[in-house]
């Protein structure tokens, strides 16, 4: 625990070669290394944000995917990307708390964005559930706000 603890500190310093490095090692150490990656995501910092969340899509540990979706909402729009790309990576396991966060959040953009985003390149993959495919079109009706958490609801009880 204590070379994660090291590792974690490195990711949250200034040179960006040393943040690489612990990144990689910390994504080589996958899944331990999970708790300590989600603690960084509120990190007032962009760089210390973005460093978990690259590493955090790249374990693609389904743990983290209700704090990848709390990232949609991020400033940040490189941090929201890799969120997205992370909740691509844990794929089905990723699902319920984007659907959670739509049927909650449905009027905020970012949340549709980044749900919109991660349920295409499910579907382009051949990994979106059939139970799911009603809330991409939604997300593309007159009221995505409305209409993406009604069919958010249905996805996320038909899935759970």
Request: net charge negative; charged share 30%; aromatic share 2%.
């Given at each position: 625990?204590?070379?994660?603890?090291?590792?974690i500190t490195?990711?949250?310093g200034k040179?960006?070669?040393?943040?690489?490095r612990?990144?990689?090692e910390l994504?080589?150490?996958?899944p331990?290394?999970?708790p300590y990656l989600?603690?960084?995501l509120?990190d007032k910092r962009?760089?210390v944000?973005?460093?978990?969340?690259k590493?955090?899509?790249?374990i693609g540990d389904?743990?983290?995917?209700p704090?990848?979706?709390k990232?949609l909402?991020?400033n940040?729009?490189?941090?929201?990307?890799?969120a997205?790309?992370?909740?691509?990576?844990?794929?089905?396991?990723?699902l319920?708390?984007?659907l959670?966060a739509?049927?909650?959040?449905g009027g905020s953009?970012?949340v549709r964005e980044?749900a919109?985003?991660?349920?295409?390149?499910?579907?382009?993959n051949e990994?979106?559930?059939?139970?799911a495919?009603?809330?991409?079109?939604?997300?593309?009706?007159?009221?995505?706000?409305?209409e993406?958490a009604?069919?958010?609801k249905?996805?996320?009880?038909?899935?759970?």
């Amino acid at each position: 625990m204590s070379e994660i603890r090291d590792l974690i500190t490195t990711l949250t310093g200034k040179d960006g070669l040393a943040r690489k490095r612990a990144r990689d090692e910390l994504v080589e150490i996958g899944p331990p290394a999970v708790p300590y990656l989600i603690e960084l995501l509120p990190d007032k910092r962009t760089h210390v944000r973005w460093e978990a969340a690259k590493a955090l899509s790249e374990i693609g540990d389904p743990r983290a995917a209700p704090a990848l979706v709390k990232a949609l909402e991020d400033n940040d729009p490189g941090i929201r990307w890799m969120a997205a790309e992370g909740l691509i990576r844990a794929e089905r396991a990723g699902l319920p708390p984007l659907l959670e966060a739509l049927m909650e959040h449905g009027g905020s953009v970012r949340v549709r964005e980044g749900a919109d985003h991660v349920l295409k390149i499910l579907a382009k993959n051949e990994k979106l559930p059939p139970e799911a495919a009603p809330v991409l079109q939604a997300l593309h009706g007159p009221s995505p706000g409305t209409e993406g958490a009604r069919a958010a609801k249905v996805a996320f009880e038909a899935l759970t």
